[in-house]
């Protein structure tokens, strides 16, 4: 579990299927992500159950809750990239969320739990059109260093090393 502020992060469950489901049904949330949405709920317990970054690297996407009343924001954490070795910083919110800085304060803490396991490197990748997250990763230090194809779309990957790695 990691602590910011106003919120609590821990480690995705399948007591999350609800509103991880209903995250993924908005399409102006999966617009940029190249994810299709969960068929039903159930569907996404069944990804949650089986979701195992946690064990493997003791990484993962983490539910994002407000202390003030226990809203379920969404979610952001780091996730190690089966083919490439890279860990990649990730989030995802409600929309009634978007612009409230909640994804900013959810990555640095993300960010500063990576730098407690050793990583060297985080990345971020972004489609190009999403200038909001875009804006989130540059505010949370990373630069961007290449581009890539992201599901079919323009993007790029954003990079930040650890302090005092260069």
């Not at 949650?48 to 003791?58: G, K």
């Not at 954490?77 to 969320?97: H, S, Y």
């Amino acid at each position: 579990m990691l602590e910011t502020p106003r919120m609590h992060l821990r480690p995705l469950a399948p007591m999350d299927a609800e509103p991880f489901y209903l995250l993924n049904t908005d399409p102006l949330v999966i617009r940029y992500t190249g994810d299709e949405p969960f068929s039903d709920e159930e569907a996404a317990r069944h990804f949650l159950e089986h979701y195992d970054q946690y064990a493997r690297y003791r990484l993962g996407r983490m539910a994002m809750i407000r202390k003030a009343d226990e809203a379920w924001l969404g979610w952001c954490g780091l996730r190690r990239d089966e083919e490439t070795g890279d860990v990649d910083l990730g989030f995802r919110l409600f929309r009634q969320f978007w612009g409230q800085g909640y994804a900013t304060e959810a990555a640095l803490a993300s960010i500063d739990y990576g730098w407690s396991l050793g990583l060297d490197r985080i990345i971020g990748r972004a489609v190009l059109d999403n200038v909001a997250s875009i804006r989130i990763l540059e505010k949370v230090g990373m630069i961007k260093v290449d581009e890539l194809d992201f599901h079919g779309m323009p993007g790029a990957i954003y990079a930040l090393a650890r302090p005092g790695e260069g």
